[in-house]
């Protein structure tokens, strides 16, 4: 019925338009209707043709469904000023992030410099060791060859 209809749309707060044409919706579902869209300022079109409600209901609707419309456009530009403030704040959090991005490629660009320098520290390192293995390798060769002569 019209009454279950409106008693569920009085919180809806997205509905713009609204067919109930060829319902056989009756005088109490106009009374119901007048006192949904009251609360409901979102609500600018409904499509009653074909029922049965009184006139005066009906007239109550359109008023109410001009008073909507009004509303609506008077809070357009409220909406807007808030959609402005929404995007200048992501817009801040944008310039924030870009920031964060150019410190962390310094970072990274500074961390890869002392790992390049510590990775030539390590192969002068290994090539040093490398050079003293061979020296001792060396030494310890000659020694076993003089105390085999020795022994020998």
Do not use: W
């Amino acid at each position: 019925s019209g009454v279950a209809i409106a008693t569920s749309l009085a919180d809806n707060t997205v509905l713009e338009t609204l067919h109930l044409r060829d319902n056989g919706l009756r005088e109490e579902s106009g009374r119901a209707l007048v006192d949904m869209l009251r609360k409901h300022t979102v609500l600018t079109t409904v499509s009653l043709e074909l029922n049965s409600i009184d006139f005066r209901f009906l007239r109550q609707v359109a008023q109410t469904l001009e008073r909507n419309a009004r509303i609506r456009e008077k809070a357009k530009p409220e909406g807007y000023r808030r959609r402005i403030g929404e995007l200048e704040s992501c817009q801040r959090e944008v310039l924030v992030l870009e920031e964060a991005l150019r410190r962390n490629d310094v970072r990274k660009m500074e961390a890869e410099i002392r790992q390049e320098a510590v990775l030539r520290e390590l192969s002068g390192t290994r090539e040093e060791e490398g050079a003293r293995t061979k020296a001792m390798e060396e030494r310890l060769e000659a020694l076993r060859s003089e105390r085999s002569e020795v022994d020998g």
